[in-house]
């Protein structure tokens, strides 16, 4: 009988995964891919900046179980002098730091209400890891456009991607 019970709360175990990957198949279906960043414009007291400089670099992989990871650098990241990530000097970290983003972890997609989550499994802003970020979008053509209203530099971002090819 255990076993039988065991083997129950397993199969049901694995179909709620199943089914959690098949939400995400129908809702985040247009998300699956790989984008190339356009552009990160963040507004904070009425000005606007670009993030991550003027040509700024990223890319945005989901995958069709939706899993995820972003990565953000300014195109002119210095170079750490001494050539060891470990023993950069600290004007070299404050740049790169400043010049950079990234984060992991599973996306979900609320069609209804055009809006995605990130459940972020870890970042390099760790204020972000093991939270949940919502962001409205929008998608036209091959353009993913989203807003981060708690933008991790403050003020508010808006993100455009566009889907490699």
Same mark, same amino acid.
């Given at each position: 009988?255990?076993?039988?019970?065991?083997?129950?709360? *397993?199969?049901?175990?694995?179909? !709620?995964?199943?089914?959690?990957?098949? /939400? @995400?198949?129908? &809702?985040?279906?247009?998300? #699956?891919?790989?984008?190339?960043?356009?552009?990160?414009?963040?507004?904070?007291?009425?000005?606007?900046?670009?993030?991550?400089?003027?040509?700024?670099? *990223?890319?945005?992989?989901?995958? !069709?179980?939706?899993?995820?990871?972003? /990565? @953000?650098?300014? &195109?002119?990241?210095?170079? #750490?002098?001494?050539?060891?990530?470990?023993?950069?000097?600290?004007?070299?970290?404050?740049?790169?730091?400043?010049?950079?983003?990234?984060?992991?972890?599973?996306?979900?997609?609320?069609? !209804?209400?055009?809006?995605?989550?990130?459940?972020?499994?870890? &970042?390099?802003?760790?204020?972000?890891?093991?939270?949940?970020?919502?962001?409205?979008?929008?998608?036209?053509?091959?353009?993913?456009?989203?807003?981060?209203?708690?933008?991790?530099?403050?003020?508010?971002?808006?993100?455009?991607?566009?889907?490699?090819?």
């Amino acid at each position: 009988m255990r076993r039988v019970c065991n083997l129950t709360v *397993g199969l049901s175990f694995l179909g !709620a995964v199943l089914a959690a990957g098949d /939400a @995400f198949a129908q &809702a985040g279906k247009d998300f #699956v891919g790989t984008w190339t960043l356009v552009s990160a414009v963040t507004e904070q007291g009425g000005n606007k900046t670009d993030t991550f400089g003027s040509n700024p670099k *990223g890319i945005l992989m989901v995958d !069709a179980n939706g899993r995820y990871v972003i /990565a @953000f650098s300014r &195109a002119d990241l210095p170079k #750490v002098a001494s050539n060891n990530r470990t023993t950069a000097t600290a004007e070299e970290n404050k740049a790169i730091v400043a010049g950079s983003l990234a984060h992991f972890g599973t996306l979900s997609v609320n069609a !209804a209400d055009k809006t995605f989550t990130f459940k972020i499994e870890a &970042a390099t802003f760790p204020n972000w890891s093991g939270t949940e970020q919502k962001r409205p979008f929008t998608i036209s053509g091959d353009q993913l456009r989203y807003t981060a209203a708690g933008a991790s530099g403050g003020g508010t971002a808006t993100v455009v991607w566009k889907r490699a090819k």
